[in-house]
Nanobody, 125 residues
């Protein structure tokens, strides 16, 4: 059993920064990719950022490039999302996703088999 837990969400003002963390625990496993997705009220879930662990290759939603950064600590199965210059439209529940299988597109949510419960990020104007 693999457990995925996110942390670091909260209420901030526009322009502030937040760092989300995600850790996977449970049985011994080796993720091939880790990603962040978000879902705002009344909207569909959308891709935020992803990283392939073997190559450290990253990919971001076009609208978030330059403000968000994903990084991973391979030794401890952690993945982070640094969010800078936050805007009210970044308000959403942020989910961490992990896969142990080969993945072609880190932006494809269907490719991940393990998901966290989500952490709320609220950005006030």
């Amino acid at each position: 059993q693999v457990r995925v837990v996110e942390s670091g969400g909260g209420l901030v003002q526009a322009g502030d920064s937040l760092r989300l963390s995600c850790v996977a625990s449970g049985r011994t496993f080796s993720p091939t990719a880790m990603g962040w997705f978000r879902q705002a009220p009344g909207k569909e879930r959308e891709f935020v950022a992803g990283i392939k662990r073997s190559t450290r290759t990253t990919n971001y939603a076009d609208s978030l490039k330059g403000r968000f950064t994903i990084a991973t600590d391979n030794a401890k199965n952690w993945v982070y999302l640094q969010m800078n210059s936050l805007k009210p439209e970044d308000t959403a529940v942020y989910y961490c996703a992990i896969t142990e299988h080969p993945i072609f597109q880190v932006s494809d949510g269907a490719s991940y088999e393990y998901w966290g419960q989500g952490t709320q990020v609220t950005v006030s104007s």
